[in-house]
């Protein structure tokens, strides 16, 4: 399609929203359709923008999650960690996706116990602070 | 709002025969005002008025039906044919509900599972557009709604619900089984949603099951108590509606409900009617129940959670091709709103 359109993806959504939300829209009388009109409107806009950040937010996470790897990995090799949490962060050294970052959570809070609250709370705050980073990019095309 | 559904016609037809069925004695039945509305995204709703003839009397009633579209948001949990058994069992309670008439799991009456209820007079103002809000900030002004929107819920928690036969809604066990419970039923949703928990959401549930407070007593809970969810009529709640999230479980859970920031949008009053203070002196005073903040924050926590699971499963009801309803896909971009609000409560 890029080859015939000469508008970006991002730009192409964009577009088709505002002819939904000007035209489209209110030239349709049926309430229910109508609101279906403007609705896609609002979606599009909003794929519109994710799509346009989309390559910098993985990028973005991909730095982020690599980050984090080698800060947990330096605290575990400090001290001795439960074997369950060690397979989870070389599973998150292996593939730095979200999927990864879930497991390695579920593995901290099920080995909580045995790491003790310093510990945890240590481990989790550096989780937490990467993800906070995440949803913030994530509000941006959110909102 | 009145939807157009090229099949309305047929449809009330269709609901006027099955009416004649079931009044034996009725003659020159015939079913007017007929409304389809649209009120939230689980069950169809019909609203009509039926007049008849019955031994040379003229006889009306208001009714309302909802059935089941089989694709609804809340499908999981809420069964029309549980909300019947509720509201037969809340008919002899003081607290305000619409009396059931008939319910049928028959599909081939009308498609669908579905239930006859009452009409209750009164309005039902969305909090969430203009006019609800301005509705309800008058009625907030004059002082009366948010005495009854209090008095409502206090009697809600003082039923007797075992007198009502409402345990076949599942009763907890002691300690912390119904926090357990409910996370565990959300979690359930985001498992049915398909799609992938976001990270933040993993660590919200570890810390909700890390957490759960014990639960002092015992009450109903309605599950979704708010404004939107109450028709109100002269300024009085005259009927409490939605009865699709409701359980055997802490008050504090319908409490915390009140007291959320997801149900008043930056305005100051909870729920878009009533003052806080107010709210905590009356509900003690009504029901004798001491509101427990801490386990209100907990359970605040809970609804983030609860309100991830709802947008994941409504964006994935549409993501499925299950609902052409646009209003679903544009849901899958609340779930980061939620998740911030997830975040900063965990202290991110």
């Known amino acids: ?143 | 709002m009145t939807q157009q559904a090229p099949d309305d016609q047929a449809m009330a037809e269709r609901i006027r025969q099955y009416i004649e069925t079931q009044l034996p004695d009725a003659s020159d039945l015939r079913l007017e005002a007929m409304e389809r509305i649209a009120v939230g995204w689980s069950h169809e709703t019909w609203l009509f008025d039926a007049h008849w003839t019955e031994g040379g009397v003229s006889k009306t009633r208001g009714l309302c039906l909802r059935r089941d579209p089989g694709n609804a948001l809340l499908r999981h949990f809420s069964d029309l044919g549980v909300q019947f058994q509720v509201l037969r069992s809340l008919e002899a309670t003081p607290l305000p509900t619409p009396k059931p008439y008939w319910y049928e799991s028959d599909t081939s009456i009308l498609g669908k599972p579905f239930l006859v209820m009452e009409k209750v007079a009164g309005t039902c103002p969305s909090p969430w557009g203009s006019a609800g809000r301005r509705f309800y900030a008058e009625a907030a002004a004059r002082g009366t709604l948010p005495k009854s929107f209090t008095a409502a819920l206090a009697s809600l928690h003082s039923i007797d619900w075992e007198a009502a036969g409402l345990s076949f809604l599942g009763v907890p066990e002691s300690d912390n089984d119904f926090a357990l419970r409910e996370v565990q039923k959300w979690c359930e949703l985001v498992e049915i949603s398909q799609q992938e928990p976001h990270p933040i959401l993993i660590d919200l549930i570890g810390w909700l099951k890390a957490n759960a407070p014990e639960t002092k007593r015992l009450t109903l809970v309605h599950g979704a108590y708010r404004t939107g969810n109450l028709l109100i009529d002269n300024d009085q709640i005259s009927a409490v509606l939605d009865w699709e999230l409701q359980v055997i479980g802490d008050p504090m859970y319908d409490v915390a409900y009140v007291l959320t920031d997801l149900n008043r949008e930056g305005s100051a009053l909870l729920s878009h009617l009533v003052e806080r203070d107010a709210f905590f002196r009356e509900y003690e005073q009504a029901t004798g129940i001491e509101i427990d903040e801490k386990v209100c924050q907990y359970y605040g926590m809970l609804y983030q959670l609860r309100s991830a699971a709802f947008w994941m499963s409504a964006a994935g009801l549409y993501a499925s091709g299950q609902s052409d309803d646009i209003r679903l896909a544009r849901t899958a971009w609340s779930v980061p709103f939620v998740l911030e609000g997830a975040a900063r409560a965990l202290g991110y």
């Open chain 1, 1 to 143: 399609m890029a080859d015939y359109v000469q508008l970006a993806p991002d730009e192409l959504l964009e577009r088709i929203a505002r002819t939904l939300k000007k035209e489209i829209g209110p030239a349709v009388e049926a309430a229910y359709p109508k609101t279906q009109a403007f609705m896609a409107a609002v979606v599009l806009q909003k794929l519109a923008g994710q799509l346009r950040l989309a390559d910098d937010h993985a990028a973005a996470s991909q730095r982020d999650l690599q980050e984090l790897t080698e800060e947990l990995s330096q605290l575990a090799a400090s001290n001795a960690i439960p074997a369950p949490l060690a397979e989870a962060l070389r599973t998150l050294r292996h593939d730095l996706d979200a999927a990864s970052v879930s497991r390695l959570i579920e593995t901290l809070y099920a080995t909580r116990s045995e790491l003790g609250e310093e510990r945890f709370n240590s481990l989790i705050r550096r989780v937490r602070t990467r993800l906070r980073a995440r949803v913030d990019r994530e509000m941006v095309y959110a909102a």
